[in-house]
């Protein structure tokens, strides 16, 4: 049996504003203060002596290259995004940064807002463009029902109730 697995199909390279200064003061941090601090551990450890032997210093390399692998991930994953910081001028249709809120057939209403892969939140009720539901709602408007084909085999359907966006911060 191989390792192989097939790619996984790229996801959106869009984010919103809040989204892009999350990700870069992550960035920031991890650069500016994390890392400097686990290289000076690392430094006094590797003169302790005898490096083959030496948990903290094997410790400390381990954190550099979880540091050093998350850097390089967030700077290329940053160059190449496309920061959304704009309402579109059809506030009535669902489009990335929309707030959604949804009614399922009991009723029920959930709530969700359509965010970049990067973003994806449960408990705030931030859902990726990329997922089902987010596809299945896109260029849809308030009144519009659509029916989600859940992974057991059930049908869920759900009617748009309402469609908002929030203002954007332009001194980011």
């Known amino acids: 049996m191989s390792r192989w697995r097939p790619a996984q199909p790229r996801s959106a390279s869009y984010i919103t504003a809040e989204g892009y200064q999350k990700l870069n003061?992550?960035?920031?941090?991890?650069?500016?203060?994390?890392?400097?601090?686990?290289?000076?551990?690392?430094?006094?450890?590797?003169?302790?002596?005898?490096?083959?032997?030496?948990?903290?210093?094997?410790y400390g390399k381990k954190q550099l290259r979880e540091i050093d692998r998350r850097v390089r991930y967030l700077s290329k994953r940053l160059d190449d995004m496309t920061v959304v910081d704009r309402v579109p001028e059809d506030q009535s249709c669902v489009f990335f940064g929309a707030w959604v809120t949804l009614a399922d057939e009991d009723d029920r209403q959930h709530r969700?807002?359509?965010?970049g892969a990067d973003e994806i939140d449960a408990?705030?009720?931030?859902?990726?463009?990329?997922?089902?539901?987010?596809?299945?709602?896109?260029?849809?408007?308030?009144?519009?029902?659509?029916?989600?084909?859940?992974?057991?085999?059930?049908e869920a359907w759900y009617e748009i109730i309402q469609v908002e966006y929030q203002a954007y911060d332009t001194s980011l």
């Open 123 to 154: 408990a705030l009720g931030y859902i990726s463009v990329d997922s089902p539901l987010a596809r299945l709602l896109l260029k849809k408007s308030v009144g519009d029902e659509v029916s989600l084909q859940k992974p057991n085999g059930s």
């Open 25 to 58: 003061e992550e960035l920031k941090y991890l650069w500016r203060v994390k890392r400097p601090a686990i290289t000076e551990s690392v430094r006094e450890a590797a003169a302790q002596g005898d490096r083959s032997e030496n948990a903290e210093y094997i």
């Open 112 to 115: 969700y807002r359509i965010v």
